[in-house]
């Protein structure tokens, strides 16, 4: 077994498949694994179903390659749905691999991939021509973006002769644009027709080769020192990670421009989009609502729960369990310390903070906050993350509360407060959509978050009640960006009584599927085409002390938004649900990319705002660093087989609604229930079981500032 560093290859083919490519990439995997490399080796295969991933480890894989972890991967019908899914997948299988070294086999496409891929992750690359495959790729478009895109920004090429090695370097018939970039590093050569110093392992190690040291393949005087190019792809790795996602893949249709030229690919795709429409619920993790999907009975490929996931408290393992009831009854504790406590140990102090917000309670075990729903209480979920993308790595912006976390979505930051409770002085997006005279309303249920922006507090021009958006979008007539807010307290609405479908415990998770499956519907059966130009966005605030065992990696330090309180914001919060629909995305999208809430406003940026320069506005230095949601929307035209998400019926007795008419009051609030037909009324009954949450207070408190600014309760 090798105990030297890890190595990913990615060969288009390889045993068990047949011919010179698949025996050349076996032998590539073999001289690795001589050299004391650990290799792992993805490749693609028509007998999978499309995205599928099957591993083989060393005593499964063919004898000409024995040694080697070999991961096969399912094509898709279109080659950009599948170099997207496969950039999702090697972010996979790095964050449970930890490779130093990425090899492509081949310039185009597992160079292009692996050149890709290891300016994102930070690490080396390696690409091997064997060929004619620069010849091949010197006349469509789309494999010449890519060819340039792997020999300007490879680590190092090896060359299968001289005379290609020459074709590689030579930088005259490379130029395009002016986007060229300096000639790669170093150049390898071996004899004509082999893999060059492959065949027969010299002297060397990998740990020479990526400690700088250049191996022996390599002739005397043409191998320069990787060091410092490694060191620079490491130390820009996190701003790479989050390059906007358009520059880290030039489509196939690029009609001969490189993708710095900003046409063609996934931003003409971008520019479709007319509509966005955001909806942030509350205070639940990924684990707890989406993490089934690993282990469903037709899973998807995402980093959910395997159900062997533990927190030890007090000498008892506590693990994953499901939750048969739609209504979790305590509020765990998610303020900016809890979460220290609950992230600590490597997330293992969730139970243990959970048992301190039980102090006094009764009712509920010590382990529920390791709980998890299936599709049984998400049933729309489980249909749109089919339909359409699941994030698996979407973290909340701050390791903290609501407010900082939804001033994050709307502004970029939170003015350096981790607290909730805080009115701020701050620009939101909706200032620079203004700039730029681009269309935008906010609708609420109850009282618009957006109130607790001090310009925004009185206001009565840009709120309006949900109503007001399910009238536009049944009419086609939506603004270029819808914002949502969820049903926050339980009082009066517009229908009878009104119950809170954030998703806040204790709120009934099926009312929050009921929300999302009557907006997604809404703009599927849209008048003028509605859905063919719109993205609708579905994530949650933060994870509300419920348990998720991702925990970002040590290169995904967050980027804090300004100088104030830098040390607060230097990691992400906990990771939350996310899904992502369009008819520009492939059914059953999963994205391993990592976000965060200011990925929303990169997205309306890079569409609303972009410069003629292609810059977008300054809102943070967080939003700068978010990956965006561009290589999502993988398609050309839009998709016509989306289907209605299914309709899920509540019983208004389900939850008693409680009528919190001021902050002041809550405390000795009335239960009211909604009477039965002919029963004379509604009922008050005097004594409260049930009290009130401190998001509810809050937001009780804001619902008092507003009115005392002047705004009516129908315009909150």
Not at 228 to 250: D, F, I, W, Y
Request: net charge neutral; glycine share 8%; aromatic share 8%.
């Amino acid at each position: 077994m090798s105990s030297g560093p890890r190595i990913l290859l990615i060969a288009e083919r390889f045993p068990p498949d047949l011919g010179g490519l698949a025996r050349s990439g076996a032998r590539t995997a073999d001289a690795l694994s001589r050299l004391d490399a650990q290799v792992d080796v993805l490749t693609w295969t028509r007998t999978l179903p499309p995205g599928a991933l099957q591993t083989l480890d060393a005593g499964e894989v063919a004898a000409s390659a024995r040694g080697a972890t070999l991961h096969r991967l399912g094509l898709f019908g279109q080659t950009d749905t599948s170099l997207q899914h496969t950039l999702d997948v090697l972010d996979y299988l790095h964050s449970q691999r930890r490779y130093k070294l990425v090899w492509g086999h081949y310039l185009s496409p597992p160079g292009f991939l692996a050149v890709t891929f290891a300016g994102l992750a930070g690490i080396p690359s390696t690409v091997s021509a064997r060929g004619n495959d620069v010849d091949q790729a010197m006349f469509p478009p789309g494999d010449f973006a890519r060819l340039l895109w792997t020999l300007q920004r490879a680590t190092v090429l090896t060359a299968a002769s001289g005379d290609l090695a020459r074709k590689q370097h030579h930088s005259d018939w490379l130029e395009l644009d002016g986007c060229i970039s300096a000639a790669p590093t170093q150049t390898a050569t071996g004899g004509h027709g082999r893999d060059p110093g492959l065949s027969q392992p010299r002297p060397g190690s990998v740990e020479e080769f990526l400690s700088g040291a250049p191996l022996p393949l390599a002739p005397q005087g043409r191998a320069a020192d990787i060091q410092n190019r490694t060191q620079h792809q490491v130390a820009s790795g996190r701003g790479l990670m989050r390059e906007k996602q358009s520059e880290r893949l030039p489509s196939g249709h690029a009609h001969g421009h490189s993708q710095c030229s900003r046409r063609g690919g996934v931003m003409a795709t971008l520019n479709q989009i007319e509509h966005i429409v955001v909806l942030m619920l509350e205070n639940r993790s990924f684990d707890h609502m989406l993490g089934y999907l690993m282990t469903d009975g037709n899973p998807l490929p995402v980093n959910g729960l395997t159900k062997g996931e533990v927190n030890t408290f007090n000498g008892t393992p506590y693990k994953p369990l499901p939750l048969d009831q739609p209504v979790f009854r305590y509020d765990p504790h998610h303020d900016y310390d809890a979460v220290a406590e609950q992230i600590s140990d490597q997330h293992g102090g969730f139970v243990k903070s959970f048992a301190k917000s039980l102090q006094g309670k009764t009712g509920v075990p010590i382990d529920a906050v390791m709980g998890y729903y299936d599709k049984r209480q998400v049933p729309v979920y489980d249909n749109l993350a089919r339909q359409y993308a699941v994030c698996d790595r979407w973290f909340a912006s701050v390791p903290g509360p609501t407010w900082p976390n939804r001033f994050f979505a709307m502004c970029g930051h939170s003015n350096g407060e981790v607290r909730n409770g805080h009115i701020q002085d701050i620009r939101t997006i909706f200032e620079y959509l203004d700039a730029e005279q681009v269309s935008w309303r906010y609708y609420s249920h109850d009282i618009a978050f957006l109130r607790t922006v001090r310009r925004y507090t009185g206001s009565m021009d840009v709120i309006e009640k949900v109503s007001k958006f399910y009238q536009a979008a049944s009419a086609g007539n939506l603004p270029a960006v819808s914002w949502i807010d969820p049903n926050f307290t339980i009082q009066e609405a517009l229908f009878g009584w009104g119950y809170s479908n954030d998703d806040h415990p204790p709120a009934d998770v099926r009312r929050g599927q009921q929300l999302v499956s009557r907006i997604y519907n809404t703009l599927l059966l849209g008048r003028n085409d509605l859905w063919k130009k719109t993205l609708f966005i579905v994530l949650y605030d933060e994870h509300g002390g419920f348990y998720d065992h991702v925990i970002p990696r040590d290169n995904e330090r967050a980027t804090p938004p300004n100088n104030r309180n830098p040390e607060k914001f230097m990691r992400y919060g906990v990771r939350v649900p996310a899904l992502v629909m369009s008819p520009y995305i492939e059914a059953g999208t999963v994205s391993h990319t990592t976000y965060d809430h200011t990925s929303v406003l990169k997205t309306i940026l890079r569409r609303f705002c972009t410069q003629p320069s292609g810059n977008i506005p300054h809102m943070s230095d967080r939003v700068n660093a978010a990956a965006n949601l561009e290589s999502l929307l993988t398609r050309s035209t839009p998709r016509t087989d989306c289907k209605p998400a299914p309709v899920v019926n509540v019983a208004e007795i389900a939850v008693v609604p409680l009528q919190f008419k001021s902050a002041q009051g809550v405390d000795h609030a009335h239960v009211v229930a909604a009477a039965g037909s002919g029963a004379g009324g509604p009922v008050t009954i005097d004594s409260v079981a049930l009290e009130p949450t401190d998001m509810q207070r809050e937001m009780l408190w804001l619902r008092e500032q507003a009115l005392a600014e002047g705004v009516p309760e129908d315009k909150l």
